[in-house]
């Protein structure tokens, strides 16, 4: 199947891969360089001001993929960040200097924003309904593995060769680029009125229209309410078992909440990396629907698992059963995402698909004082009214696009 996905595709998904690698090295450790060098509280508000410049960047990447074609969105976007990359090895080649790595990391953030948009606009336009499901399946992997293996390398060389990991980056960037410029076409040619199209009147006369479509918004809304339950996996689960799980021998080696929480980890991404490729098999053919919704129900019932309990081969079995959810849930829905958004606009739809993993972020920072206030199995109930909500606005969304298809023929 591999060989007969468009060279843009393989060379996205290869790009992609070779660049999370890197990236997952450094940017998970940022918030310590922040708070190490600026202190706690100014090291949160950065941060916090570059997902917002992040947020910003991935709208306009949106409507400028529509208006200025992918491929030279996407490479602009792939300049824009060689030249931040760039920017922060100089900033720390003679010791840390925290305000040009923060405007570095603001110009990274900035070209994410206009790379994103027109890299998964690029995929849905060259893809059909029958490759997507394995397409996305083999990108899922892809990332997977990569932030498995850039979290592991990173966490070894992150503190005594930040800039050796700088200095890998601005490598990487340099091949990515020359990949994507050397490799992908353009899958969409710039509208005859680009100029007009890129002014803030159109910019928001075209997501008015995107704000305006119901079943797409059902369809972002389930996709908050599911991606919400995986992002208690950094708050409410982890300080459960931070406060909660007993001291625990395992396999020779004695696990307390922090380390349990880094096995139960480890075993979810190891199950993703190995099993995405006969999930991918299986999948391939088959009405998307069903397994969709039967992998919410198991990624739901997975992480109410792990919102109570302390008992290690319970811990283990919910993520099993979440990752057995996730590897069926995770490409059907990407696949049913691309039948939902207008071709004309696919840059713009899916730059405010991605606002999804913001959104979801920020429900799932409830989870400290929700949790604090309702207890382990308050948590697994609201988790479990999570999925099947989730579950139910899909739905919705799907039937509500099949009608009315079936009204236009």
Known sequence: MWRTLHPNVKTR?????????????VFPFMAIYFTAHLGAALAGTLLLVAGVVQFLAGLYGGALADALGRRRTLLTGEALKL????LMLLGNLHGPNPWLTFAALLL??????????????MLVDVSTPDTRTFMYAVNYWAVNLSILIGTLVGGWLYRDHFTLLLALLVAMSVLTAALCTALMTETRAASPTARADLGLTPLLRNYAQVVTDRPFLLFVLGGILILSIEFTRTNHVAVHLAQHFPRTDWLGV????????????????????ALTAPAARWLTGRDPHRP??????????????????THLPTLIAASV????????YVP?????????IPEHQRGAYLATHGQVFTISKWIAALGLPVGA?????????ALLLLGLLGSLFTALALRRTTGERMARA
């Open 108 to 121: 990274v953030n900035i070209s994410g924003g206009l790379i994103n948009p027109a890299a998964e606009a």
């Open 83 to 86: 030249l931040a990359f760039t």
């Open 254 to 273: 004695t696990l307390d909440g922090v380390r349990a929480a880094s096995v139960l980890t480890a075993v979810n991404t190891l199950m993703i990396v």
């Open 13 to 25: 998904i290869t790009t992609s891969f070779l660049s999370r690698v890197v990236g997952s090295m």
């Open 332 to 340: 059907t829905r990407q696949a049913l995402l691309a039948d939902l």
């Open 292 to 309: 969709m919704h039967a992998g919410f129900a198991l990624f739901a019932l997975g992480f109410a698992g792990l919102a109570f309990s």
């Open 321 to 328: 059963i979440l990752s057995i959810g996730e590897l069926l």
């Open 373 to 381: 206030a309702i207890g382990g199995t308050g948590m697994a109930a």
